[in-house]
């Protein structure tokens, strides 16, 4: 859609992306005056790896060739809380009116590109449709996760009741910009021995730590290690999209690492924790000092206890390279996989077309029982079977038989013996922190590392996010929890380094997290545990619903599969610190889509 919306007459529009002097001084300014040192791995040996300079791109309205002017509309064509996908020729623009002010911005989510356009407006703010981030729409900024990037940001300007657009036709086509980051000082200055702020893990949490350091004008040493061979990558992928190769589901390029000064030890092991002394010890021996230490270490997936769990071709993912293999055994192939998780599941969809055979097995009658509730786990569990897979329910794997050292069978308690030349193994998880259990670091009884809502742990300086911890969530009364989801990391990430800057910046975020498969997704939004009861609007046999999960009278979760945007608009309620009532959604679900949503909008109770 484009061009003018106005009837009287046509009318122009300008966008312009405007970057203060401020921070385009920085973005012209290294300390530096070259590019840093990534550190990588190679054969076991840490190394310092200089790579080729690329230095940051420069303003683009800089060239007056690059900007592109369009019509779009009057200022009577949008209503206060509206939103408008604009088409300026080369690319598109998200036109928002809210409180009498027109904003522009991009108009795709940088996490997956979802449309903006069908997301969330809601006091300042846009939230993504599909898995929830939410933008600033007069800075562009990212306020919630998941991504790293920002949107761009176009200047409007209201002449005679005219909205003029003017915008930079690289910002157009990227519909993504890196927030401004500061540079470390020389760093021939540091010892190699010694850093500032230490991150254990290289997922998302310390991904988006690091990047907040620099954003927030943190310009010392920072050192990530993690035990992976891989600079930080999208670990959702590798059961949703299993052929992916490292290098296509990278968070950040390489030279993302080097012009931001983010130094990275691949294949490093932390084995203890001195807190005393501040020393991280490394498995091969190598000690590294630190002020700041932020521990992500995430989980470690538990294995199967049973005979022949060691053999050839059984295989827990938790690489691309685990991935990538099962996909290529698989192909033709007869599988098993073990356990009804989210990664089984997703799993079994994804090979469901390119094996033989997909048999699930799965300790409960339903799958996701605990999670979505049994209606739900139900019409999920014959989406799968009208696709090929196989269920096996209530009972266990007995034992894994070979031939000729390679998988053959899988026996299960019930007797029944299932053909197999690969074995996933997807049965749940164990934080990743018995390096820590002498350190002092406060470790509750099933390994999780308890921290408070600034994402610190009972040791000063020492800092914790992601899967491996236990936090208060205030949409739960701050009931401490473990959130294992790619959203909730990222803003432990952001969490953990304002408040290594002294910022007292407090957690409070909704839990948002997906699943796909089949082409269909599941959304989800709050924290359901302990649910009593579903409420359920739509037809889970086509489906299409939303399942509000309700504890006594208050909803504490939404799941939907093609109700979209609902899922964001809950999640929005409850992160305004609404209560949304079980009655009301249960007059919803009666009176269909005639019935009151003011429970939605903020007007109601």
């Known amino acids: 859609m484009g061009g003018c919306f106005s009837k009287p007459k046509p009318v122009e529009v300008k966008i312009e992306v405007v970057i203060p002097e401020k921070e385009r001084s920085k973005e012209e300014m290294s300390p530096n005056g070259k590019a840093s040192p990534l550190i990588y791995k190679v054969n076991g040996t840490a190394r310092h ?16 060739k690059d900007v592109v002017e369009a019509s779009v509309c009057h200022v009577k064509d949008l209503e206060n ?33 979802a449309p903006l356009v069908k997301g969330v407006l809601s006091k300042g703010r846009v939230r993504c449709p599909w898995h929830g981030a939410c933008f600033n729409i007069s800075t562009g900024d990212i306020e919630d996760f998941p991504g790293l990037d920002s949107l761009p940001r176009f200047q409007v300007k209201i002449e005679k009741e005219k909205v003029y657009i003017r915008a930079s036709k690289q910002a157009l086509q990227t519909q993504r910009r890196t927030k401004m980051m500061a540079k470390c000082i020389s760093l021939s200055n540091y010892n190699l021995s010694s850093t500032n702020v230490l991150i254990i893990g290289a997922g998302a949490a310390g991904l988006v730590c690091a990047e ?37 589901i990278a968070l950040r390029p390489k030279e993302f690492f080097c012009t931001y000064d983010i130094e990275v030890l691949t294949e490093m092991q932390v084995a203890a924790v001195d807190v005393k002394s501040k020393i991280a010890v490394f498995k091969d021996g190598f000690k590294m000092e630190y002020n700041k230490l932020l521990i992500a270490t995430g989980n470690t997936p538990k294995t199967l206890s049973c005979k022949g769990k060691e053999m050839e071709n ?28 989210f990664l089984g599941m ?27 509730g049994e209606r739900v786990g139900r019409a999920v ?91 208060p969530l205030a949409l739960r009364n701050n009931k401490k929890v473990n959130v294992p ?51 359920i609007q739509g037809d ?39 209560t949304i009532r079980k009655r009301d959604v249960e007059l919803f679900v009666r009176h269909g889509k005639t019935g009151d949503m003011s429970w939605l909008t903020g007007k109601g109770t």
């Open 212 to 248: 907040t350091l620099r954003q927030e004008g943190f310009s010392d040493r920072i050192v990530m290690c993690t035990m992976d061979r891989h600079l930080p990558y999208d670990r959702p992928k590798l059961s949703k999209s299993m052929d992916s190769h490292p290098e296509q």
């Open 485 to 535: 989801h790619w959203q909730m990391a990222h803003m432990h990430g952001r969490i953990a380094a304002l408040n290594m800057l002294a910022h007292g910046t407090e957690i409070s975020t909704v839990p948002y997290l997906w699943t796909a498969m089949f082409g269909k997704s599941i959304r989800y939004a709050g924290h359901g545990e302990g649910f009593d009861d579903v409420v």
């Open 381 to 471: 569990m014959k989406m799968f079977e009208n696709n090929r897979v196989k269920f096996y329910m209530q009972t266990e794997v007995s034992e894994l038989r070979e031939q000729e050292g390679k998988l053959k069978e899988v026996v299960l308690k019930s007797g029944k013996v299932l053909r197999a030349d690969v074995c996933v193994v997807g049965v749940g998880a164990v934080p990743a922190t018995g390096f820590l259990k002498q350190s002092g670091i406060n470790i509750d009884s099933k390994g999780f590392i308890v921290v408070n809502k600034m994402m610190q742990t009972n040791i000063p300086g020492v800092f914790a996010a992601g899967d491996a911890v236990t936090f």
């Open 314 to 341: 059984v295989f827990n993912i938790r690489t691309p390279e685990d991935a990538n293999r099962v996909v290529k055994l698989a192909t033709s192939k007869n599988v098993v996989i073990v356990g009804a998780s």
């Open 540 to 578: 889970l046999d086509e489906l299409k619903f939303v399942a509000f999960y309700t504890k006594s009278d208050e909803v504490v979760a939404v799941a939907s599969m093609n109700y979209d945007p609902i899922v964001s608009k809950v999640a929005e309620v409850l992160a305004a610190g609404r």
């Open 346 to 372: 997703e799993v079994a969809a994804y090979l469901a077309e390119r094996a033989h055979s997909v048999s699930l097995v799965e300790l409960e009658h339903v799958p996701f029982k605990k999670f979505f």
């Open 49 to 64: 790896y200089h790579l080729e300079e690329h230095p940051i791109a420069s303003n683009p309205y800089h060239n007056p």
């Open 81 to 113: 809380g509206q939103m408008r996908e604009v088409d300026l020729g080369c690319g598109k623009a998200l036109l928002i009116k809210e409180s009498g002010e027109f904003h522009a911005v991009g108009h795709k989510c940088p996490h997956y590109g």
